[in-house]
T-cell receptor
Framework: GQQVMQIPQYQHVQEGEDFTTYCNSSTTLSNIQWYKQRPGGHPVFLIQLVKSGEVKKQKRLTFQFGEAKKNSSLHITATQTTDVGTYFCAGPGAGNMLTFGGGTRLMVKP | EAGVTQFPSHSVIEKGQTVTLRCDPISGHDNLYWYRRVMGKEIKFLLHFVKESKQDESGMPNNRFLAERTGGTYSTLKVQPAELEDSGVYFC??????????????FGEGSRLTVL
């Protein structure tokens, strides 16, 4: 079945440093979605990428969808303590559901 | 507008007992999903309702899990009898859009289940 992998699993950064998480799918995706889960919270939708090679920005966050539509990345510039949480990528699976990656847990030292 | 609400927020039960989790989706959302996150791992799909019908229950772990959505409004997920490996956070999510490729899911706060 479809697998969505994310690396790294954990990342500690100093506040102000950059952070990147990578997502790889075993199959070509029609779209990829990114979610953020704050500690003790629930996943919150961030963005959806649809086009091959697409790049979208949300303030300090930059999302990319690979040319082959099998991988994606999320880059945060100059991290802040408010960026702490787990970032999940997710792609459409068989049927009408999302397959989530394992998530990357970001910890920011002030 | 109220978001997706789940109850209880945390449940601690003994192995062999029964627990019922409840989810109230956003009003008007026909699509309701149950997901589970175990031990800080990935969020795994359990099942999908469209209104009161089970569209896809391929993610349900075994027959100890029973989900219902009578009347197409709120949904319940019953675990009977609970086992240690059932511990985790159970998320409910709803969507107004007919396909998951068309937009985002709105998640509830989750129900944390601890089986001792």
């Amino acid at each position: 079945g479809q697998q969505v992998m994310q690396i790294p699993q954990y990342q500690h950064v100093q506040e102000g440093e950059d952070f990147t998480t990578y997502c790889n799918s075993s199959t070509t995706l029609s779209n990829i979605q990114w979610y953020k889960q704050r500690p003790g919270g629930h996943p919150v939708f961030l963005i959806q990428l649809v086009k091959s090679g697409e790049v979208k920005k949300q303030k300090r966050l930059t999302f990319q969808f690979g040319e082959a539509k099998k991988n994606s990345s999320l880059h945060i510039t100059a991290t802040q303590t408010t960026d702490v949480g787990t970032y999940f990528c997710a792609g459409p699976g068989a049927g009408n559901m999302l397959t989530f990656g394992g998530g990357t847990r970001l910890m920011v030292k002030p | 507008e109220a978001g997706v609400t789940q109850f209880p927020s945390h449940s601690v039960i003994e192995k062999g007992q029964t627990v019922t989790l409840r989810c109230d989706p956003i009003s008007g959302h026909d699509n309701l999903y149950w997901y589970r996150r175990v031990m800080g791992k990935e969020i795994k799909f359990l099942l999908h309702f469209v209104k009161e019908s089970k569209q896809d229950e391929s993610g349900m772990p075994n027959n100890r899990f029973l989900a219902e959505r009578t009347g197409g409004t709120y949904s319940t997920l019953k675990v009977q009898p609970a086992e240690l490996e059932d511990s985790g956070v159970y998320f409910c999510a709803s969507s107004q859009l007919p396909t998951i490729s068309a937009g985002e899911l709105f998640f509830g706060e989750g129900s944390r289940l601890t089986v001792l």
